[in-house]
């Protein structure tokens, strides 16, 4: 069964950065590209960024380029999402995703950022 | 940006009924599609994969069809564990885009 789980989330002011983990199983993680999507109750989901199964090529959506960094562990079966600069419309559920297709999801980790 | 347009934003229903939910994009994206369902407090769960495969364990009455710019999520005979909001997302190019969502209300 997979299993995707977040962390790292939490209250954070703005400008001040959080790094997300996501730590996988029930699949060959190494295999596969690796998603994270945001969601708040007024804007929806949103995808955030994406990186292929080796690590070597990412892509970003144009509110976060050059302030959100997708990364990954293939030997820890780790994702991770360094967040720097936030900003208060940064806030939002943080969910990982696996596959091209976003096959399965986590349940999500509370980012919030607030002076 | 491929923008995806989902229709009705909400909507009642009762245990029995057939409903379609659409989506239509801004650009065509072969069948690069999937719908997922979510509950409140819960991660999303993908439905149909491709437009039109079923994700493996989803009931059958779930069905997706279209292809290009104009798909549909239709439920055959709506059951209690169906009221949730449902979703698209385009994963043809990036960046991915979702549609605005279907929140299906027990009439």
């Known amino acids: 069964e997979v299993h995707l789980l977040e962390s790292g989330g939490g209250l954070v002011r703005p400008g001040g950065s959080l790094r997300l983990s996501c730590v996988a199983s029930?699949?060959?993680?190494?295999?596969?590209?690796m998603n994270w999507v945001r969601q708040t109750p007024g804007e929806g989901l949103a995808w955030v960024s994406d990186?292929?199964?080796?690590?070597?090529?990412?892509n970003y959506a144009d509110s976060v380029k050059g302030r959100f960094t997708i990364s990954r562990d293939n030997s820890k079966n780790a994702l991770y999402l360094q967040m720097d600069n936030l900003r208060a419309e940064d806030t939002a559920m943080y969910y990982c995703?696996?596959?091209?297709?976003?096959?399965?999801w986590g349940q999500g980790t509370l980012v919030t950022v607030s002076s | 940006d491929i923008q995806m347009t989902q229709s009705p934003s909400s909507l009642s229903a009762s245990v029995g009924d057939r409903v379609t939910i659409t989506c239509r994009a801004s650009?065509?994206?072969?069948?690069?599609l999937g719908w997922f369902q979510q509950k409140p407090g819960k991660a999303p769960k993908r439905l149909i994969y491709?437009?039109?495969t079923l994700q493996s364990g989803v009931p059958s009455r779930f069905s997706g069809g279209g292809s290009g710019t104009e798909f549909t999520l239709t439920i055959s005979s709506l059951q209690p564990e169906d009221f949730a909001t449902y979703f698209c997302?385009?994963?043809?190019?990036?960046?991915?885009?979702f549609g605005q969502g279907t929140k299906l209300e027990i009439k």
């Open positions: 995703a696996n596959g091209d297709w976003l096959d399965y």
């Open positions: 029930g699949f060959t993680f190494s295999t596969y590209a």
């Open positions: 990186i292929n199964s080796w690590g070597d090529y990412t």
């Open positions: 650009h065509g994206i072969r069948n690069d």
């Open positions: 491709l437009a039109s």
């Open positions: 997302l385009q994963h043809n190019s990036h960046p991915y885009t």
